[in-house]
């Protein structure tokens, strides 16, 4: 199967560049898995879409305000560091600009020396290494100094960094929001609750990986990135009791699908579970737990339109994407969303 394969035409202004005022005013395509069967809703009209009984899974990751610009030593110059992954004793994986500058040894500088840095390896691929000295609490410095790591397609400056964080965030560690989840406020969810759908949460820390593009022609050579994930053993009893009850399984983004597959016995039962998962979901798989998905509006040609592509069929999905376009529905990360069962 080819990359091409699941392109479509999208004109750059449906790209949203900034969230809504509201966050469940967003729209809500839906689309029947077994019939192709497309309807146009809000996202405030989801719980006539589910059922008693059923189990909806979020991902409870927050972004770290990662991006930090300051100045290279001595020579003042500018720089952008990317915190990617804390690889321990305050050394963590970094993307970096400008990278021709920023060599083994570099020593770095942000906010007026509040926080220092020296590049201590560069790694294959272009990332680095950077060990961070400071004083007091990093978290709280990085609340301080950092900006929130936007995907590159979105040019407009955030003015509330909390609409690129879920109302139900709490376990900090993600580069990038799991941002199917933006367009639940607490209400929805307490409404969703008390018509008897379960509500319970896995963290999967969202990578920079995930807006990469794919460049092999074969989808089956691309190198999928990895991502630290964790399911807890009550999460785990959530969904196995739904699932032996008879109820859906509906994940709220391609994160919480990502770990629930990642960790789920072949007879779809889960425990408590944590590591590193690369899983690279695209047509042929066979799903072992979940049964819908609530999803934001993917890139041409990437894994996540893959991933979606093979829970409702290529054909479907790419149907539905060209409906979307030709209905203005916004895209990607501040865009709207999309109901798949």
């Given at each position: 199967?080819?990359?091409?394969?699941?392109?479509?035409?999208?004109?750059?202004?449906?790209?949203?560049?900034?969230?809504?005022?509201?966050?469940?005013?967003s729209?809500?395509?839906?689309?029947?898995?077994?019939?192709?069967?497309?309807?146009?809703?809000?996202?405030?009209d989801?719980?006539?879409?589910?059922?008693?009984?059923?189990?909806?899974?979020?991902?409870?990751?927050?972004?770290?305000?990662?991006?930090?610009?300051?100045?290279?030593?001595?020579?003042?110059?500018?720089?952008?560091?990317?915190?990617?992954?804390?690889?321990?004793?305050?050394?963590?994986?970094?993307?970096?600009?400008?990278?021709?500058?920023?060599?083994?040894?570099?020593?770095?500088?942000?906010?007026?020396?509040?926080?220092?840095?020296e590049?201590?390896?560069?790694?294959?691929?272009?990332?680095?290494?950077?060990?961070?000295?400071?004083?007091?609490?990093?978290?709280?410095?990085?609340e301080?100094?950092?900006?929130?790591?936007?995907?590159?397609?979105?040019?407009?400056?955030?003015?509330?960094?909390?609409?690129?964080?879920?109302?139900?965030?709490?376990?900090?560690?993600?580069?990038?929001?799991?941002?199917?989840?933006?367009?639940?406020?607490?209400?929805?969810?307490?409404?969703?609750?008390?018509?008897?759908?379960?509500?319970?949460?896995?963290?999967?820390?969202?990578?920079?990986?995930?807006?990469?593009?794919v460049?092999?022609?074969?989808?089956?050579?691309?190198?999928?990135?990895?991502?630290?994930?964790?399911?807890?053993?009550?999460?785990?009893?959530?969904?196995?009791?739904?699932?032996?009850?008879?109820?859906?399984?509906?994940?709220?983004?391609?994160?919480?699908?990502?770990?629930?597959?990642?960790?789920?016995?072949?007879?779809?039962?889960?425990r408590?579970?944590?590591?590193?998962?690369?899983?690279?979901?695209?047509?042929?798989?066979?799903?072992?737990?979940?049964?819908?998905?609530?999803?934001?509006?993917?890139?041409?040609?990437?894994?996540?339109?893959?991933?979606?592509?093979?829970?409702?069929?290529?054909?479907?999905?790419?149907?539905?994407?060209?409906?979307?376009?030709?209905e203005?529905?916004?895209?990607?990360?501040?865009?709207?969303?999309?109901?798949?069962?």
């Open positions: 199967m080819k990359t091409h394969d699941f392109y479509y035409e999208l004109p750059p202004e449906l790209i949203a560049q900034t969230p809504i005022q509201r966050r469940d005013a729209r809500l395509l839906t689309l029947d898995k077994r019939t192709g069967e497309i309807g146009h809703h809000h996202f405030y989801l719980p006539q879409f589910l059922r008693p009984g059923d189990c909806l899974v979020l991902n409870d990751s927050r972004v770290l305000p990662a991006r930090l610009l300051g100045r290279r030593e001595p020579t003042g110059g500018a720089c952008e560091v990317v915190l990617l992954i804390d690889r321990g004793e305050n050394v963590w994986e970094c993307l970096v600009r400008p990278g021709k500058k920023l060599r083994e040894g570099a020593k770095l500088s942000f906010g007026d020396g509040a926080l220092t840095a590049v201590t390896a560069v790694l294959e691929g272009g990332n680095r290494l950077i060990r961070f000295t400071y004083e007091g609490i990093f978290l709280e410095l990085l301080r100094l950092g900006k929130m790591p936007l995907p590159p397609y979105i040019k407009e400056e955030l003015q509330d960094a909390e609409r690129y964080q879920t109302v139900y965030s709490r376990e900090v560690g993600s580069a990038a929001a799991p941002t199917a989840g933006l367009h639940f406020t607490k209400d929805l969810l307490d409404s969703i609750e008390k018509m008897g759908v379960k509500i319970c949460y896995v963290t999967l820390h969202v990578g920079l990986g995930t807006f990469r593009p460049k092999a022609e074969e989808i089956t050579d691309h190198a999928m990135h990895s991502e630290y994930c964790v399911i807890s053993a009550e999460t785990a009893e959530t969904i196995n009791q739904t699932k032996r009850d008879g109820g859906r399984v509906i994940c709220v983004g391609t994160t919480s699908c990502r770990t629930i597959e990642s960790w789920a016995e072949e007879d779809g039962t889960l408590e579970s944590a590591g590193w998962t690369n899983i690279f979901i695209y047509p042929g798989y066979r799903f072992k737990v979940l049964d819908g998905l609530i999803t934001n509006f993917h890139l041409p040609e990437s894994t996540l339109i893959m991933l979606v592509s093979a829970l409702a069929g290529r054909e479907p999905i790419l149907a539905a994407y060209e409906e979307a376009v030709r203005r529905y916004r895209f990607f990360s501040f865009g709207d969303a999309m109901l798949i069962v």
